[in-house]
């Protein structure tokens, strides 16, 4: 069974920084792409930024300049870096991933979901 695991949030004033960490685990034997997503209360959840196998990275245009989204294929592990954080950053940050497991077709996966809390 596939599970996605994120580490790394937490609480920081405005102006800091925080790296979140997605690993997959399981008998994958194929990843085709992995994101972040945030859910505010009372908000819709959002796409925040994303990793495709081909060698592409999306990035909402309110993170751009400030997240960044790498993979690493070894540990099967998507970070998200996010410097200059915003009060409006805070959510709970959730990974999704398109996962091939062995013996199994492609699936869609998400994580437990992290708090993200920025002061003001």
């Known amino acids: 069974q596939v599970q996605l695991v994120e580490s790394g949030g937490g609480l920081v004033q405005s102006g800091g920084s925080l790296r979140l960490s997605c690993e997959a685990s399981?008998?994958?034997?194929?990843?085709?792409?992995m994101a972040w997503y945030r859910q505010a209360p009372g908000k819709q959840r959002e796409r925040v930024a994303r990793w495709h196998s081909g060698g592409t990275t999306t990035l909402a245009d309110s993170v751009k300049d400030r997240f960044t989204i790498n993979m690493d294929n070894a540990r099967n592990t998507v970070y998200l870096q996010m410097n200059s954080l915003k009060p409006n950053d805070t959510a709970v940050y959730y990974c999704?991933?398109?996962?091939?497991?062995?013996?199994?077709?492609?699936?869609?996966?998400w994580g437990q979901g992290t708090q993200v809390t920025v002061s003001s």
């Open positions: 999704n991933a398109n996962i091939r497991e062995q013996n199994h077709a492609w699936q869609n996966y």
């Open positions: 399981g008998r994958i034997v194929g990843i085709n792409d």
